[in-house]
């Protein structure tokens, strides 16, 4: 079975995991490896691809800043020693991204800001506008705030979904392993590596069950739930060591780990979920000028909506009509109701002093906008 080649991706999530990044027994940083993975990072990026990083690490590194005594800590425990590694891991990226010329930005996300829609809009505006900037967002869950019920917890389904709102082609966990095993290999010596996993299936998940207690927290479970994230939202993922130097370099030369496949990609994925899967929550009509701009792959601005209807929050999916009231297309709109309504037909100057706020310009960025979408759905 073939697998795509690393050089084909544009957009790439890489995941590393705390006990990559940090010496368990010195509780520090492992530079020399650090700096041989931010090499690789540069070279994809220089190479013109996206990278994200999703970054482990804030907990463990700021209970040995803090020299805490080992066990388990509590939520407040954890959440405060989170404060002080997260602050550190921060500064460690930015200098080894730095030394390639690459401007590192930290991200911290909660499970609402990639779960609730509004916000989902928000985190994923400001990471494009990064990549847009050509820095590298080095992601990481906000652990001082969240709270054992709302968090994610492992970094493995977080990288999932910052992959997946991005429209990210590619998300490489990196791991202690280097990927599926048939069994746990420690414990069976003739367990084999799954190269190619083609759809998450019930074997595949029993096999994931069966390695979950030799491994720390994000153990195979959780990278097996990412998978899960990640291919129906048309993004590849694959488990590779990142126990070696230089293990993307690794990926590329045909080093091993296990891929899993996705038959759809990103963006049309993302468009499918736009067109079909939500519930519209309002209608904008809009003009012919506008119509003719939607169509020609432009982002809808205030400036063509005529009527605004139905009541909507930003980031709901709405309906775009022509105005002969046939259906245009549908998008998740960047206001909500009661100012799209105060912007209709405004330059996107005016908008800006009708709301007091510089927002968006797009009424519905043409990234979240699927044009010819059904029809007649009244
Ligand atoms: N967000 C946690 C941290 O930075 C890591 C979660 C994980 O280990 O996957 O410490």
């Given amino acids: 079975m073939s697998h795509p080649k690393l050089k084909n991706f544009r957009r790439i999530v890489v995941k590393v995991g705390s006990s990559l990044l940090i010496d368990s027994a010195a509780g520090e940083v492992r530079e020399s490896w650090l700096k041989a993975l931010a090499a690789d990072i540069a070279k994809l990026h220089h190479a013109g691809k996206d990278v994200l990083v999703v970054s482990s690490g804030s907990i463990a590194l700021g209970r040995s800043r803090l020299k805490l005594p080992s066990g388990a800590l509590k939520l407040e425990e954890s959440q405060a020693a989170a404060a002080v590694g997260q602050i550190a891991l921060a500064r460690i990226w930015s200098e080894v991204l730095g030394a390639h010329g690459i401007g590192a930005g930290q991200i911290l996300v909660t499970l609402q800001d990639t779960e609730e829609r509004r916000r989902y809009l928000n985190a994923r505006s400001t990471i494009s506008k990064l990549l847009e900037w050509r820095a590298v967002p080095v992601i990481n869950e906000n652990d001082t705030v969240a709270t054992n019920e709302i968090r994610y917890g492992d970094n493995d389904r977080l990288a999932a979904r910052v992959a997946t709102m991005t429209s990210a082609d590619l998300l490489i966990l990196l791991s202690d392993i280097d990927g599926l095993y048939t069994a746990p290999p420690a414990v069976t010596p003739d367990a084999r590596l799954i190269p190619v996993v083609e759809a998450v299936t019930a074997d595949i998940e029993a096999m994931a069950g069966a390695a ?98 139905g009541q909507f929050a930003r980031g709901d999916a709405v309906v775009v009509r022509g105005p002969d009231t046939h259906e245009i297309g549908r998008g998740l709109v960047a206001y909500d109701a009661e100012n799209a309504e105060r912007i209709k037909g405004r330059s996107s100057s005016d908008a800006a002093s009708i709301l007091g706020v510089s ?12 044009v010819g979408g059904p029809r007649n759905t009244d």
């Fill in 212 to 309: 979950a207690s030799e491994f720390s927290r994000g153990g195979m479970r959780t990278k097996i739930e990412a998978a899960k994230i990640a291919t129906s939202a048309g993004t590849h993922m694959l488990i590779a060591s990142g126990k070696i130097d230089h293990p993307l370099r690794a990926i590329a030369d045909g080093g091993p780990c296990t891929w899993f496949l996705t038959p759809a990609n990103p963006v049309t994925a993302r468009k499918r979920w736009i067109a079909g899967s939500l519930e519209p929550k309002g209608i904008l009509t809009i003009d012919a000028g506008a119509v003719a701009a939607l169509r020609a792959g432009k982002s809808l601005l205030p400036a063509g909506v005529i009527r605004v209807e």
């Fill in 359 to 370: 927002g968006r310009a797009e009424m519905i960025h043409r990234d979240d906008l699927v």
